[in-house]
Each structure stands twice: as structure tokens, then as C-alpha cells.
């Protein structure tokens, strides 16, 4: 009788592919989570988000074609915000950003300072949620997440012209509704 015998060499091959996925997946999570944490404006929902794109990336891990990753696992987290937890990425809903991403304030401010400064990083949250859904993301993708242009096309899905295109949007937006607080040059 011949029986296949996975030995050492099962184990092994499982293990590379397991560290692998652990060298070029896994430092990804925080940027997962903060993507969908502007996707679903929940807490609660964007963990649960990131932990099902974690168990697709899991099965899917064979089909990475590079090592290019941190696109390949973003798209992953968007279609999961947009399929699982129901975000319409077309609609208008607002949500809040308060707890994504780390705070700038530095707290060795003098308080005055300190203060205005998180006035300011409040009207930039609140200018934030005034945009779009789809302009959103790509401001958080290119800005909070410092994705190219080419890979922001290949996480949404659309031509590298139209990531051009809303960021030019978004930021237009973002000039008109912060003229009173940054200076954006010739932005407008």
C-alpha cells in the first residue's frame, strides 16, 4: 500500500508559508483598521471588518502574486466593509473619525497652544465627514495611509485617473471648507 507521507517537508513548507504570510500580511492590520474604521464610522464593526479580511487573506494568501501586500490586503478590508457590513460607498452618510488614527496633540504644549490645536484638529475631523464616502477614502488611503495613486487604483478599483480625480475633488472640498484655518495656496 502506498500512502502519501507529508513528513518533515509538509511541515516545513507550511511553516515558510505561514511566516510568509505573517512577514507581508500582518504588518498591514493597523493601516486595515484604520481604513475601516472610516468605512464604517464603528469601532466595533471595523475590528470585526479586519478580523474576517484577515481569515480571507488566510485562504486567499496563494493568490498574491507579489509582495505588494498592503494594496492586495486593503482591497480585502474594503470589500468586506462594503459587502459584510452593508457601507454604501455611494451614499452620503457621515460618519465619525474621532477614534481612527492616533491623535497629533502634543500634550507638552503650553495649554493655549494645545488647545487651539486640537480646535483645529477638530474642525479637520468635522471637514472630514462633510466629504463624500468615495472622497473620503481616497484622501485616507493617500494621505493617512501614503498609498500611490497606482495602488489606490488597485484597492478601489478604478483607473488611476479617477483616484486622481477625487483626491483633486477631495481637496478642493477640504480647502473651501477649512479656508479659515490652513492656508492651502492655490489649492482652491
Request: proline share 4%; glycine share 6%.
Amino acid at each position: 500500500m502506498v500512502g502519501i507521507n507529508r513528513g518533515d517537508n509538509g511541515k516545513t513548507a507550511e511553516a515558510s508559508q505561514t511566516g510568509r504570510f505573517e512577514r507581508v500580511v500582518l504588518p498591514h492590520l493597523s493601516a486595515g483598521f484604520t481604513l475601516a474604521m472610516y468605512l464604517t464610522g464603528n469601532k466595533a464593526d471595523a475590528e470585526d471588518a479586519v478580523q474576517e479580511a484577515v481569515l480571507r487573506a488566510v485562504r486567499y494568501f496563494p493568490t498574491l502574486r507579489d509582495d505588494d501586500a498592503r494594496a492586495w490586503f486593503l482591497t480585502i478590508v474594503r470589500r468586506v466593509c462594503f459587502t459584510a457590513y452593508g457601507t454604501d460607498h455611494r451614499g452620503a452618510d457621515v460618519i465619525s473619525i474621532d477614534s481612527a488614527g492616533p491623535q497629533l496633540v502634543d500634550d507638552r504644549d503650553q495649554p493655549d497652544a494645545a488647545t487651539s490645536r486640537r480646535q483645529v484638529q477638530q474642525r479637520v475631523r468635522d471637514a472630514l465627514e462633510q466629504l463624500p464616502p468615495l472622497l473620503r477614502e481616497a484622501i485616507v488611503l493617500r494621505e493617512l495611509q501614503d498609498l500611490s495613486y497606482a495602488e489606490i487604483a488597485t484597492v478601489t478599483q478604478v483607473p488611476v485617473g479617477t483616484v486622481m480625480s477625487r483626491l483633486s475633488r477631495a481637496r478642493s472640498r477640504l480647502a473651501g471648507l477649512l479656508h479659515d484655518v490652513v492656508d492651502f495656496g492655490d489649492v482652491a
